[in-house]
Every structure is written in structure tokens, then in C-alpha cells.
């Protein structure tokens, strides 16, 4: 969704945008799926548009709601971010301050 959210795309380009931060499905097919769920919970929509060769592309485009909700898991995802930095540099403190911790905790 948050390649869509730059606008329309059609299936292989959202492959190839997702395989150049080193995110790759199983597969080509992998992606409709997960297109078609999307459009199921109306965060997408889908257009087929023809090119001058004839050929339909089909192309996915984020809704209003699903901007919202991936705004929403954006959100999630920078809290969840910080409490692990912030579980991370608690640890490291009592580390660098050298106080043990009990076995079997984490």
C-alpha cells in the first residue's frame, strides 16, 4: 500500500518497486493475491486501462480509507520502532553500567 500510495501501479511494477528495497515475494503471482484481499477490504481499487498495443493492464490504486489505514499501521509501526529502541537502550545502559541480570530473563 505505501507503493501505491504514490500513486496507481499495475502488479509487476509493484514487484520491481518492492524487489529494490530487497522485498521479494515468492513468485510473480504472489502479489494478486494480496492486491485482490486489498481490494476485498476496499483499500484499493483496481482499473483495467488498454494500452496503444491493445494489451489491458490491470492498475491498483489506494482509496481514501486505505490511506487512512495505512496511515494508521504507519503510525504502529514508528511506535513499535521507538519502544524497541528504547527497550534496546535501557538494556545497554544496564550493560555498560555493568549490573548483571538474572538468567533466564530478557
Request: charged share 30%; proline share 2%.
Amino acid at each position: 500500500m505505501a507503493i501505491l500510495s504514490n500513486g496507481k501501479s499495475y502488479g509487476y511494477e509493484i514487484m520491481k518497486e518492492l524487489e529494490k528495497h530487497q522485498l521479494k515475494l515468492k513468485g510473480v503471482g504472489s502479489i494478486y493475491p494480496i492486491l485482490s484481499k486489498l481490494k476485498d477490504q476496499r483499500w484499493v481499487t483496481d482499473t483495467r486501462e488498454f494500452s496503444d498495443s491493445g494489451k489491458a493492464r490491470v492498475y491498483y490504486e489506494i482509496t481514501p480509507n486505505g490511506r487512512v489505514f495505512l496511515d494508521n499501521k504507519i503510525q504502529e509501526w514508528q511506535e513499535l520502532q521507538q519502544d524497541i529502541r528504547s527497550l534496546l537502550s535501557a538494556n545497554v545502559q544496564l550493560y555498560a553500567n555493568g549490573e548483571e541480570r538474572e538468567s533466564g530473563r530478557s
